[in-house]
């Protein structure tokens, strides 16, 4: 089992900048693949970032590339999401996940990932 712990989500005004992190803890070597998810009200859970841990190989949303950052503190077991110039529409619950898998992986599909964290809210305001 993982259990995922997300933080660092807030409220900012639009073209601010925030940094989420997620601490991962128990079987953390189980891990091929972790990710930033997000759901707004009414709309379906959208795949952010991803990143194939221990390679440090990143894939992102169309729409966050170039502002958002995702990167790994293996020491550490964290998993961050550098957010820079934000977005009204970048507001939702920031979910943390990892994936058991290894291959035939698609890296932003929600149905992949085996462990969530319960979320953190970011709120960007006009």
């Known amino acids: 089992q993982v259990q995922l712990v997300e933080s660092g989500g807030g409220s900012v005004q639009a073209g601010g900048s925030l940094r989420l992190s997620c601490a991962a803890s128990g079987y953390t070597t189980s891990i091929y693949y972790m990710a930033w998810f997000r759901q707004a009200p009414g709309k379906e859970r959208e795949g952010v970032a991803a990143i194939r841990t221990g390679r440090s190989r990143t894939y992102y949303a169309d729409s966050v590339e170039g502002r958002f950052t995702i990167s790994q503190d293996n020491a550490k077991n964290t998993l961050y999401l550098q957010m820079v110039s934000l977005k009204p529409e970048d507001t939702a619950m920031y979910y943390c996940?990892?994936?058991?898998?290894?291959?035939?992986?698609?890296?932003?599909?929600?149905?992949?990932?085996?462990?969530w964290g319960p979320g953190t809210q970011v709120t960007v305001s006009s």
């Open positions: 996940a990892a994936m058991r898998r290894k291959y035939a992986v698609v890296e932003l599909a929600s149905y992949g990932y085996d462990y």
